[in-house]
């Protein structure tokens, strides 16, 4: 594929305290490109300066939430080089959640190599100190310029990317999570596995309640029962009880995680009693209450490893391991960013170096 490169003629200056980058607040000089029409497939691709968006007040994306994203890091390791963590698995999960919305997927090769090029590109806006990176948002928009409803016509594919910190304002510190009882982000036959932007709005009103009340986000529960433990906000979870390790199964209503699937690789390969299983939340509470509830965390692009110290269930408030870093959290993190970063040998094949 032809990538056109069109050079910013005003780069902005990089950030020089990294301690203050937060999550998405700053963008770098260019974004990458690529239209599709239902005529002539895919084409244009193409590097420009970053820059707002034209759309036409009818566009589909407007009126009928037509979007998809993915969320996925570009690390700097000690050598200098910079690399990405399972990019792959982005492309494939971005061009599942474009079969259920309907909007056009994308050929491997080709999304590949227009990550790698917009990130060789962008490269010297990936900060260097620990726990930064370089936050790679690609998305996928329907554009028809008609307000009938139906399967989209026109789109648009971009990626942009943001240097960031820590996603939380804890960092690693343990966060507090509410479970949520009233809203649901999804159902089975829904749009829960898919990575599109009405799944999060749906999430917002739940997510407001939950932050007035001390809380960073809310741990959702099935849509049909709500019994079942599902995801958080931007992350899924994991629960370590007694000797076993429970995260909730992928039942098409929770987001197939990438750094879910590589903690459950790696504490199987670890030897770890792991399984992907229905959790329903009175046997959690059970847990909280008798104290076999060892620890818990999140797992997510964005939040990294990120250790649950609080739960609050119907207004009882549940401490998680002290509000203290579990050991196998710690562990977790430490792995999982050891091979992000280039640390640690990636036995596994994971990273791809730019
Ligand atoms: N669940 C939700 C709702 C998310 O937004 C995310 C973040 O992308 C995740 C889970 C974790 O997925 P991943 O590990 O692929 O970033
Ligand atoms: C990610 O982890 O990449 C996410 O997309 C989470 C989020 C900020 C919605």
């Not at 008798?290 to 964005?302: F, I, Q, R, S």
């Amino acid at each position: 594929m032809d990538i056109k490169v069109t050079l910013n003629p005003n780069p902005k200056a990089k950030p020089t305290d990294t301690s203050t980058l937060g999550f998405g607040k700053i963008f770098t000089d260019h974004m990458f490109r690529w239209t599709w029409d239902k005529d002539q497939g895919w084409h244009d691709a193409r590097i420009v300066p970053f820059e707002r968006l034209s759309i036409h007040p009818a566009s589909t994306v407007l009126h009928y939430g037509s979007e998809i994203f993915e969320g996925l890091k570009a690390y700097r390791r000690a050598d200098g080089k910079v690399q990405l963590f399972r990019p792959i698995e982005n492309i494939r999960r971005m061009n599942n959640s474009a079969e259920r919305l309907c909007l056009p997927e994308m050929p491997e090769d080709d999304a590949m190599q227009a990550l790698l090029e917009f990130v060789r590109l962008e490269q010297d806006w990936t900060p260097a100190d620990k726990g930064t990176s370089l936050y790679l948002r690609p998305f996928m928009f329907g554009d028809d310029e008609s307000l009938g409803v139906h399967a989209v016509h026109h789109a648009e594919f971009l990626i942009i990317a943001s240097p960031v910190g820590s996603y939380y304002k804890e960092g690693l510190n343990p966060v507090k999570i509410m479970i949520e009882d009233q809203d649901v982000r999804a159902v089975r036959g829904g749009t829960g596995y898919a990575k599109c932007g009405g799944n999060y709005a749906a999430s917002n009103r739940a997510g407001e309640r939950a932050e007035q009340m001390g809380y960073s986000q809310v741990l959702w529960l099935d849509g049909v029962e709500r019994k079942y433990i599902e995801e958080v906000g931007a992350m899924n979870v994991m629960f370590k009880i007694g000797d076993e390790i429970v995260t909730p199964k992928l039942t098409g209503s929770i987001l197939p995680g990438i750094t879910r699937k590589s903690c459950i690789e790696l504490l199987k390969d670890e030897g770890y009693n792991i399984n992907e299983r229905l959790l329903p939340v009175e046997e959690l509470a059970q847990a909280m209450t008798d104290g076999t509830l060892e620890e818990a965390w999140g797992c997510g692009t964005a939040a990294v490893i990120s250790p649950i110290g609080e739960l609050c269930y119907k207004e009882h408030k549940y401490t998680v391991n002290n509000n203290e870093i579990g050991e196998l959290s710690q562990h977790l993190y430490d792995t999982v960013t050891g091979i992000q970063w280039g640390e640690i040998e990636d036995k596994y094949g994971w990273t791809v170096e730019v």
